[in-house]
């Protein structure tokens, strides 16, 4: 069995979904099939990571360059048919496009994940001018390009009905991605925890999406709850230029400079090491699917705080806490988590790295991920 794995930007700075894809690999590889993963940017940024990358560079805002026309081209030349997927992360850039394109050429089986990238909040949020342009993306470019698709994934339950709409006919998949528990850098013991100053967190791009805005506000007016101070990890978000710079006014204005820190990026065994510290994540995102931080959070035996947006909505069975998306939902949220002892924060923290073991590691969803690709490669109907 042969995957290869297309992603928009391999960076680690592009957020979830690439690493995701990279995960998906590793554990496929892992499992005995051969993998390989394509897509723009510097492929040294993976190196360690044992996946064979092929990167390109591309070419303005879609990213399409005879680079990547050519890295497409020898990936997909490199499998036999009848044993070969191709899975495409993402849906709007050229790498995307392309790849579903030349698969479909080829007579090689497709399988698109959409990680809530076709949430209606994405096609308004930047107003009527923008979801016009956007719709008639999708329309033109889009539609005749994923009309061969094999099957369409979701990884939560939430975005179904969307998927639904957008390809009609089509077989939809829920699945949850999962993370790599034999990976060394997730801590699965305790870190000491201080009783005071606790530290929250939040991981992620700085974008509205992720609802950062609503945290900062519903953080104001805490001031009496035990000490606290925030953590904000994350790059600011290309889509959405000077938006550092607006959140620095927003804490500047609701006077929690002294509380809040922009820390930047930070990757592997630093960005692990930092959720096992923290007291609680913060992932109050608008639209989610499915927030990856949160399985990594709880991997680490972090407990964390996000949406039903994320469409996790098993996550209370572990020692997470659900809430709708809304500042009052938020704060009360918070007065509920910097209420805790320690020793319920260390329970629910074990309680989160036990859900993530059961479902949502590899070594849980691997055997079901490699039945899917087997089915869709030989032409059956995947098991849904």
């Known amino acids: 069995m042969r995957v290869v794995y297309v992603v928009d930007d391999i960076s680690k700075s592009a957020g ?23 897509g723009l940017g510097d492929a040294g940024e993976r190196r360690g990571s044992n996946v064979l990358v092929r990167s390109a560079q591309g070419g303005g805002f879609w990213g399409f360059s005879r680079e990547l026309v050519q890295s497409l081209r020898t990936a997909l030349a490199a499998g036999t048919r009848g044993s070969q997927v191709v899975h495409i992360h993402g849906i709007w850039k050229a790498p995307q496009v392309i790849a579903a ?14 990680y809530g990238i076709l949430d209606p909040w994405f096609w308004k949020y930047r107003g009527w001018l923008h979801a016009a342009r956007k719709r008639l993306f ?24 969307v998927l639904r709409n957008l390809f009609p006919g089509k077989p939809i998949l829920t699945l949850p ?17 201080a009783e005071e100053p606790r530290e929250l967190l939040f991981v992620g791009r700085l974008d509205p999406q992720k609802g ?26 290309t889509r959405v230029p000077g938006y550092r710079s607006h959140l620095l006014k927003l804490v500047a204005s609701l006077g929690l400079e002294s509380r809040v820190r922009f820390e930047g990026p930070l990757y592997g065994t630093a960005k692990y090491e930092k959720y096992a510290r923290s007291w609680v994540l ?26 039903i947006e994320t ?14 998306v809304s500042v009052e939902a938020l704060r009360a949220a918070l007065k ?48 849904l």
């Open 282 to 307: 913060l992932a109050p995102s608008r639209v989610e699917a499915p927030g990856f931080v949160n399985f990594e959070a709880g991997a680490c035996s972090c407990p964390s705080v996000t949406t």
């Open 101 to 114: 394109r030349m698969a479909s050429r080829r007579g090689i089986p497709t399988i698109i994940s959409e």
């Open 16 to 38: 979830g979904v690439p690493e995701i894809a990279f995960q998906t690999a590793k554990a496929m590889q892992d499992s005995g099939a051969s993998v390989e993963v394509v």
């Open 212 to 237: 950062i805005d609503l945290l900062l506000h519903a953080l104001h007016g805490l001031n009496d709850a035990p000490s606290w101070f925030l953590s904000v990890v994350g790059p600011e978000h």
């Open 177 to 193: 991605p999962g993370v790599d528990l034999g990976n060394a850098e997730f801590k699965s013991g305790l870190s000491p925890l």
């Open 336 to 383: 509920q988590v910097l209420g805790w002892s320690v020793d319920e924060r260390a329970e629910r923290g074990r309680r989160s790295r036990r859900l993530v073991e059961e479902r949502y590691s590899w070594q849980a969803l691997t055997p079901r991920w490699g039945s899917v690709y087997q089915a869709v490669a030989e032409g059956r109907p995947a098991e």
């Open 138 to 161: 999708w329309r033109l470019v889009c539609v005749p390009a994923y009309r061969c698709v094999a099957l369409v994934h979701s990884p939560t339950p939430r975005q179904v009905s």
């Open 311 to 324: 469409g996790i909505w098993d996550w209370t069975d572990g020692g997470g806490v659900l809430i709708p």
